[in-house]
């Protein structure tokens, strides 16, 4: 069974801390992954700038911010089911960057530099949402 984090969990100061670096990670994720499909449609001329993967991939940026932006409004709820899928999200996202940016010649380097500061900023909320407090807040009881 699945269980909501307590009122008092969400309202401890170690909580709340963690809860707010998390939305402002996210928010930045979501904010320059905005940017980033902005550029690409302002570039979209430019063959060597834009290409098919890079739609696709801005394209999928974006969505996966959105979704991680309201599983974090979740998970300050203390909705137990949005820290799980934050959890994973967040973590498939990581490894997801990672993939793009070792990957030659499929990505142009200014998408590549893109995608190391999302990766920063999502190692950042991969940290966080796997530390020991926030798991013991939503540990099923």
Do not use: D
């Amino acid at each position: 069974m699945l269980f909501a984090m307590t009122t008092e969990s969400v309202n401890l100061p170690n909580s709340q801390s963690a809860l707010r670096t998390v939305k402002l990670l996210v928010g930045s994720y979501l904010g320059l992954s905005a940017l980033t499909l902005v550029a690409i449609v302002l570039l979209r001329n430019n063959t060597e700038a834009v290409n098919t993967a890079v739609w696709i991939r801005g394209t999928i940026v974006v969505l996966s911010a959105a979704l991680m932006t309201t599983f974090v409004a979740g998970t300050a709820r203390g909705a137990r089911r949005a820290f799980l899928r934050l959890r994973i999200v967040s973590a498939v996202m990581v490894v997801a960057i990672v993939a793009i940016i070792s990957i030659p010649g499929t990505f142009p380097v200014w998408m590549k530099i893109e995608q190391a500061v999302c990766g920063l900023l999502l190692i950042g909320v991969v940290l966080i949402v796997n530390g020991r407090h926030l798991r013991s807040q939503f540990a099923a009881r």
